[in-house]
């Protein structure tokens, strides 16, 4: 099973029928996520750019993408963000390795590799220059 994070933003109209006919969106959301044969880890409101999110339990990324689909079609969401989330200690045995140094060679403005836009020159972030070329410790870690 992979894990994912979901990002969601409803539209004005869900939220107002929300408001009119509460429910245990809990229990809707862990339904549909079973039906694609995975499991509801957490569901989680917030403040800010987003309205909420999930962390679901998914067999793989043919599951995420259904599901995604599936909860799009219902018209209730502005916005759908999936992320697969990776475990730390999943990451540990690529640091240093070939795989990741390759990654890892060029890094954006937050040190993350693969973006292949340039970062900046000095630690202050003062200017923007080359792109910066990391080993392969710093892959994950933005060094």
């Excluded at 917030?46 to 793989?60: A, K, S």
């Excluded at 693969?114 to 892959?139: E, F, K, L």
């Amino acid at each position: 099973m992979s894990k994912y994070a979901v990002f969601f933003t409803l539209k004005g109209e869900a939220i107002a029928r929300a408001m009119q006919q509460p429910s245990d969106r809990v229990a809707v959301v862990s339904k549909a996520v079973e039906s694609a044969g995975g499991k509801l880890e957490a569901y989680y409101l917030m403040f800010g750019q987003y309205d909420g999110f999930v962390i679901v339990d998914l067999p793989d990324s043919r599951a995420a993408a259904a599901s995604s689909l599936a909860v799009s079609s219902t018209g209730a969401f502005e916005h759908l963000e999936t992320h697969e989330l990776i475990e730390a200690e999943d990451v540990t045995p690529m640091w240093g390795s070939n795989v990741c140094a390759a990654a890892g060679g060029l890094a954006d403005r937050t040190g993350r590799p693969g973006r292949g836009r340039a970062a900046p020159r000095s630690a202050t972030g003062a200017g923007r220059g080359p792109p910066v070329a990391t080993d392969g410790a710093a892959c994950w870690l933005g060094q």
